[in-house]
């Protein structure tokens, strides 16, 4: 049966991904977003569909709208981006958490917060299980965005126990696709742009340092497979491709596909970069169905595509 969705969050790279696919199942989407760092132009295609709404709000603020289900995709994503303004960060993914799970409470909707592999920090345990409690500096850059992953986490697992709320925590890794910001500093699009402009190829670090990428399509599944379980499915799940590579391969393969001129330099490693990430999916197999079935060369391509035809 068709349902009236919230997705905050929904006009950035992988809310406006999701706002398409819950239509496509004939859903009524509401997207809620401040457009700090998603855009109009993601859901431009959406807005004549009389089943979509866009409004634009804060989530640090209360939200009074009615709906059956929320997804919590509200949170700069990018460490560029999520470290501009840090406080506001911990503001979304704090105050953001508990405005939406309040507005859950009253309607007894069921709501899924997307969480992060960065809520393991600079891993101890490879691949990372859910039960892994993480490596995460508190008080370092990327803290901002860690903690308030981890207090967000947190407040879902608190408004379930206490409230029996519907809650359902996914755990993202690196996820990559059309739409991606060409400027957002993640690796993917760096990679990509200044291979397509035979511009350096700026890798961090010595390379040796590990990703696993998961392809747009295949996360938007897992999210929208975790919100149809039942209430006993509260997770926390780990989404992403367990396909595990060096940012040199990586660089490797994006100049290899672009066929580039560009040079590779080595640049600074920013402080607390994690060494390592792989997801464990065993969970996200058993309790969803759920695997990606998009590797990385081929994801990569459409997202090449995507890059020289949108991003001159
Ligand atoms: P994105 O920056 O493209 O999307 C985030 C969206 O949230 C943007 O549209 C932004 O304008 C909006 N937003 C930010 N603060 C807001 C606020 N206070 N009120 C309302 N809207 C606000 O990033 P993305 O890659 O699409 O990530 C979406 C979610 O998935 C984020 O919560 C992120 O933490 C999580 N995630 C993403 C990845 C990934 O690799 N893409 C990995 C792990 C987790
Ligand atoms: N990275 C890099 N060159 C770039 C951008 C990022 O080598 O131009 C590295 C970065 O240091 C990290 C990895 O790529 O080790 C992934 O970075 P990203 O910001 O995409 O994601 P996150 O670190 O949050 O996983």
Redesign the pocket.
């Known amino acids: 049966m068709a349902k009236r969705i919230l997705v905050?969050?929904g006009?950035?790279?992988?809310?406006s991904h999701l706002c398409e696919a819950l239509l496509e199942q004939g859903n009524e989407v509401i997207c809620?977003?401040?457009?700090?760092?998603?855009s109009k132009s993601n859901i431009y295609h959406l807005l004549d569909d009389h089943r979509f709404e866009f409004i634009r709000?804060?989530?640090?603020f209360p939200l009074y709208i009615e709906c059956d289900e929320i997804y919590n995709?509200?949170?700069?994503?990018?460490p560029v981006?999520y470290q501009r303004d840090p406080v506001q960060t911990v503001k979304?993914c704090v105050h953001?958490a508990i405005n939406l799970l309040g507005l859950a409470k009253r309607l007894k909707a069921k709501i899924l917060q997307?969480s992060?592999?960065e809520v393991y920090g600079d891993p101890a345990i490879h691949p990372q299980v859910e039960e892994y409690w993480g490596n995460v500096n508190p008080i370092g850059v990327r803290s901002c965005y860690d903690e308030g992953?981890r207090c967000a986490e947190t407040l879902f697992s608190c408004y379930n126990m206490q409230c029996n709320l519907a809650t359902k925590i996914v755990r993202?890794?690196?996820?990559y696709g059309p739409r991606m910001q060409p400027d957002d500093g993640r690796v993917v699009s760096n990679f990509i742009m200044q291979a397509l402009h035979d511009r350096d190829i700026t890798i961090f670090g010595d390379g040796k340092q590990t990703r696993s990428f998961c392809f747009v399509s295949d996360l938007i599944r897992g999210l929208i497979r975790m919100m149809a379980t039942g209430p006993e499915c509260t997770g926390p799940v780990n989404l992403g491709n367990p396909g595990e590579f060096t940012m040199l391969e990586l660089a490797e393969l994006v100049i290899e596909l672009t066929n580039s001129n560009s040079k590779i330099i080595f640049c600074p490693l920013p402080q607390d970069d994690p060494k390592q990430r792989r997801p464990d999916i065993s969970k996200a197999e058993e309790l969803l169905n759920w695997r990606p079935t998009i590797p990385l060369r081929e994801g990569l391509q459409k997202t090449i595509e995507f890059f020289a035809s949108n991003c001159k």
């Not at 709000?57 to 640090?60: A, I, M, R, W």
């Open positions: 905050a969050g006009s950035g790279f992988l809310g809620v977003d401040n457009l700090y760092t998603g709000h804060d989530v640090t995709l509200a949170c700069p994503a990018s981006h979304t953001g997307a992060t592999s992953k993202i890794f690196n996820t």
